[in-house]
Structure formats: C-alpha cells, structure tokens
C-alpha cells in the first residue's frame, strides 16, 4: 500500500518550455502533499506543502510563479514549472501524507532536463 | 532552526562488514526520525522511523535508535550486501503551517563491493 505515482519519470525540454509533473497518491487520500527538489550529489530541499483545496505554502526563496503547485483533490497534485531555463534542471520529487503525523511516501522523482 | 547533520560519505564496504552512518539533529520539540533510502534513478524509500526517545526502528537488518540525550539517530547493519548500494538520508519531520515536512541530512552514499 501507500503508493505514490509521479508522471513523467523524465522530461528533456527547450528553454522557454512550461512543464508540468503529476503526483498521484494511487491507494490512499492524501490531505497534503510536498514537493522537494533534488540537486545532483545534494540532499532534497522543500519547495512547497499543499493541502487539498488550498494555495500551496511556498518556502522561502522559490518563486511561486514560477513553480505553480495546484492539488485540486485528494489523490493529484500538480508542479508547473512555467518558462523552464537550464537552471531549473534538477530531479523534482513529490510526496504524500495522510496525516500529519503518519510518514511521507515518497513519488520516484522527475528528471528535468531544460536545453 | 531544526536540522540534521549526516557523516560525509562516499562509505565503501565490502559485502558482509558492519555499516554505521552517523546522524545527529537539532531540533525544539520532540520530533520523530527517519532514514529513507534511495537507489540509483529512483525516489526515496523510507527505510525505518522512529517517534520517541529510545524508540528503535528496524527494517531489513537496518536498524536505528533514537537518542534524545545526543541527539542522534545512526544507522547500523551488522552485515551489507551488494544490494544495499544506495543514498541513504537521514530526516526529521518539521512541523509547519500546512503539515509536516521532512528536513533532510545531505545524503550518505554507501557503496558494497562483493
């Protein structure tokens, strides 16, 4: 159980390209969803929390026009990178909780390359 | 503010040694810990967690205990194998406005040579 599905596994794009990734919670409700960022050789840094229904809560120095995070219901939430440059290239990992206070489970990540 | 501090890695073990990662945290609260694994190309994996002090979590010969009087949380196999080559991260979780997010340490990789 607790299976998180995270769509496209891999995007290679042109600069100037929006691109939007999907987290799906497959088996259960999640009532927040997180989208964390993955540098090579780094660890994940938290871009943003979402609660179904609500506007995401962005960290601080991620832009939120940039990143567009909708999680219009319990199972799906959607990251919009708008405008993708090289510099957003990274591996962009969603993941989902049913409560606050139960663990994470963690999508299988999205590489984004931007040319 | 809270954080979590890994041993720098790479570690390199022959199959069958004993594996300590170090983790310690900082942390106001009482916050429960994590080690999630990550194998090459994938997304992260819990491996093991604990909510309370003296808390041991375990899982697949990994095992961790939480220790609130230093603040740490190791990770230790008594015996790898191969297939444990992976980035292994050790978190906390945050409390914050909208859930709880998880603070990461940098990643230890861990590489097992047969």
């Known amino acids: 159980g607790a299976v998180v599905s995270q769509h496209p596994s891999r995007v290679i794009c042109k600069s100037g390209t929006s691109v939007k990734i999907e987290c799906r919670s497959l088996?259960?409700?999640?009532?927040?969803m997180f989208w964390y960022r993955q540098f090579p050789k780094q660890s994940l840094m938290l871009m943003a929390t979402s609660n179904e229904g609500s506007k995401a809560t962005y960290e601080q120095g991620v832009e939120k026009d940039k990143f567009l995070i909708n999680h219009a219901s319990l199972t799906l939430s959607t990251l919009t990178v708008t405008s993708a440059h090289p510099e957003d290239s990274s591996f962009y990992i969603c993941s989902a909780q049913v409560y606050s206070n139960q663990p994470q489970h963690f999508g299988d990540g999205t590489r984004l390359s931007i040319l | 503010g809270n954080s979590v501090t890994q041993m720098e890695g790479p570690v390199t073990l022959s199959e069958e040694a004993f594996l300590t990662i170090n983790c310690t945290y900082t942390?106001?609260?009482?916050?429960?810990l994590f080690w999630y694994v990550q194998y090459p190309g994938e997304g992260l994996q819990l491996l093991l967690k604990?909510?309370?002090?003296?808390d041991k979590g375990s899982n697949k010969g990994f095992e961790a205990t939480y220790r609130k009087e230093t603040t740490s949380f190791h990770l230790e196999k008594g015996s790898v194998q191969v297939s444990d080559s992976a980035v292994y991260f050790c978190a906390l979780s945050d409390l914050n406005q909208a859930g709880t997010a998880l603070i990461f340490g940098k990643g230890t990789t861990l590489s097992v040579s047969s």
């Open positions: 942390a106001t609260g009482y916050p429960s």
């Open positions: 604990a909510t309370k002090a003296d």
């Open positions: 088996d259960f409700q999640a009532t927040t």
